[in-house]
């Protein structure tokens, strides 16, 4: 078992910045991607970014290239997503995701990020 635990999200302006945090424990050294996804009201969950435990290699989708980062720490077992130049578009909820080795996925319960116009 995996828990995921996301936080920092929150209400933004146009343009700004927000930096979510997945904190993971539990069968962590079991997971060889970790991603982000997000889901707007009425549209389905869609992936954002992610990243290998092991090699850090990262892989992002077209709409937020270039404006996401996604990084992780594995002496704190976490992984963050800095978000720039955020657009309204951008608002939804979202997910921390473990893909283990295995191929199960545990999900985290999301977190909210709204952005302004």
């Known amino acids: 078992q995996v828990q995921l635990v996301e936080s920092g999200g929150g209400l933004v302006q146009a343009g700004g910045s927000l930096r979510l945090s997945c904190a993971a424990s539990g069968r962590t050294f079991s997971s060889y991607r970790m991603s982000w996804y997000r889901q707007a009201p009425g549209k389905e969950r869609e992936f954002v970014a992610a990243?290998?435990?092991?090699?850090?290699?990262?892989s992002y989708a077209d709409s937020v290239k270039g404006r996401f980062t996604i990084s992780r720490d594995i002496a704190k077992n976490t992984v963050d997503l800095q978000m720039n130049s955020l657009k309204p578009e951008d608002s939804a909820v979202y997910y921390c995701?473990?893909?283990?080795?295995?191929?199960?996925?545990?999900w985290g319960q999301g977190t909210q990020v709204t952005v302004s116009s």
């Open positions: 995701a473990a893909r283990m080795y295995d191929s199960s996925t545990y």
């Open positions: 990243i290998s435990w092991s090699g850090g290699r990262t």
